[in-house]
């Protein structure tokens, strides 16, 4: 069974940077690609972009293009989520999840990104 | 980029009561490609149906999902008290990746 588990909340200056990490155990990075997925408060899930570990390819919304980064370490089944430029619009939840071809069938717990002055 | 319009916003329904989901995409999308999940308070979403009408692993058979091209729906027969949450539909296409959800349905007892 895949768990993911993602690293703890954030307290952000608008203009600043954040990084969330996400690692896998009981799966092999080289299986699946790893999906981010944003949740504002009381909003829907909104999708960010993928990254494909084995093949060091990452796939961002055009939302997000040229503002996010989506990087994994395989010797350490973990990856990342560089978001810049924050503003108070990107205050939410982020999660990661596993993405066996469109399907996100295991998920993080979230972590909780506030951008606040 | 596809649109998913989810119907009604909030469904109140008693214990025991079977629910109707429904879920209207922009333009076509392929079944294998259309999935439902059930989000709860403070929890991440959960995977229940992909391919339309395939129930994920451990998921009941009082949850169904039907459908084909604009229009899928997912139904719960029969629910129970676990089953009162948000569910949300999503749709992905892979050329480009993009994938979108739904603005979701909350299942609310009555």
């Known amino acids: 069974q895949v768990q993911l588990v993602q690293s703890g909340a954030e307290v952000k200056k608008p203009g600043s940077s954040v990084k969330v990490s996400c690692k896998a155990s009981?799966?092999?990075?080289?299986?699946?690609?790893i999906t981010w997925v944003r949740q504002a408060p009381g909003q829907g899930p909104e999708w960010m972009g993928r990254?494909?570990?084995?093949?060091?390819?990452?796939y961002y919304a055009q939302k997000f293009q040229g503002r996010v980064t989506f990087t994994a370490d395989k010797s350490t089944n973990t990856a990342y989520m560089d978001l810049s430029s924050l503003r108070s619009e990107d205050t939410a939840i982020y999660y990661c999840a596993r993405d066996m071809v469109g399907l996100l069938d295991f998920w993080g717990q979230g972590t909780l990104v506030t951008v606040s002055s | 980029e596809i649109v998913l319009t989810q119907s009604p916003g909030t469904l109140s329904l008693s214990p025991g009561e079977r629910a109707t989901l429904s879920c209207r995409a922009s333009q076509n999308v392929r079944s294998s490609n259309f999935a439902w999940y059930q989000q709860k308070p403070g929890q991440a979403p959960r995977l229940l149906i992909y391919?339309?009408?395939s129930r994920a692993t451990g998921i009941p058979d009082r949850f169904s999902g039907s459908g084909s091209g604009t229009d899928f729906t997912l139904t719960i027969t029969g629910l129970e008290p676990e089953d009162f949450a948000v569910y949300y539909c999503q749709q992905h296409g892979s050329s480009p990746p993009m994938y979108t959800f739904g603005q979701g349905t909350k299942v609310e007892i009555k």
């Open positions: 009981g799966g092999s990075f080289n299986n699946f690609a």
């Open positions: 391919g339309a009408s």
């Open positions: 990254v494909i570990p084995i093949l060091d390819t990452a």
